[in-house]
Antibody, heavy 121, light 107 residues
């Protein structure tokens, strides 16, 4: 079964750090771009960052540039998001998502169940 | 950055009715980069449509997508009870962006 399982969320104080992990199974992890997408409580979806198959390219939404770092370990079939200098506005459910590229289009075809990050004193 | 606007914000319909959801982009989007997702409370989003009009695996044929350029539409031909949810459009340009969502609720 194709699956993504996030972990590492929790309560952290403003200015603190947290590292999220996403364990992939059921597919060849090293063949796919991967992304993090977040959703603040009661709000819509926001793409956060993505990373190429070999880790050579990484992109971020402007609001997290310089604070968040996406990485991957293909040997461990794992995706990571290191979050530093956390702010209250980073409070959200963070989803790991697989990017699917085909002749018909590019999209997020597989999503994890999400992990909650709460930034509060 | 391409901004996506979805309308209406909320659509109140009865089971069996037809739903038409609109997604408009601030600039032209490649059809291959436009997708639709369904999200129910407490669940992760689920891919419905990619490439503007291709149904994802396992998605019933009552769901269809159309459009090009800056105007895209998700149509649900006959609403089933399990279709009441929030629907998001998304474009896969740089940066990737999502629309604010349309909630389809029971009238």
């Amino acid at each position: 079964e194709v699956q993504l399982v996030e972990s590492g969320g929790g309560l952290v104080q403003p200015g603190g750090s947290l590292r999220l992990s996403c364990a992939a199974s059921g597919f060849t992890f090293s063949s796919y771009w991967m992304s993090w997408v977040r959703q603040a409580p009661g709000k819509g979806l926001e793409w956060v960052a993505n990373i190429k198959q070999d880790g050579s390219e990484k992109y971020y939404v402007d609001s997290v540039k310089g604070r968040f770092t996406i990485s991957r370990d293909n040997a461990k079939n794992s995706l990571y998001l290191q979050m530093n200098s956390l702010r209250a506005e980073d409070t959200a459910v963070y989803y790991c998502a697989r990017e699917y590229y085909s002749s018909s289009g590019r999209t997020f075809d597989i999503w994890g169940q999400g992990t909650m990050v709460t930034v509060s004193s | 950055e391409i901004l996506l606007t979805q309308s209406p914000g909320t659509l109140s319909l009865s089971p069996g009715e037809r739903a038409s959801l609109s997604c408009r982009a601030s600039q032209s989007v490649s059809s291959s980069d436009l997708a639709w997702y369904q999200q129910k409370p407490g669940q992760a989003p689920r891919l419905l449509i990619y490439g503007a009009s291709s149904r994802a695996t396992g998605i019933p044929d009552r769901f269809s997508g159309s459009g090009s350029g800056t105007d895209f539409t998700l149509t649900i031909s006959r609403l089933e009870p399990e279709d009441f949810a929030v629907y998001y459009c998304q474009q896969h340009g740089s940066p990737i962006t999502f629309g604010p969502g349309t909630k389809v609720d029971i009238k």
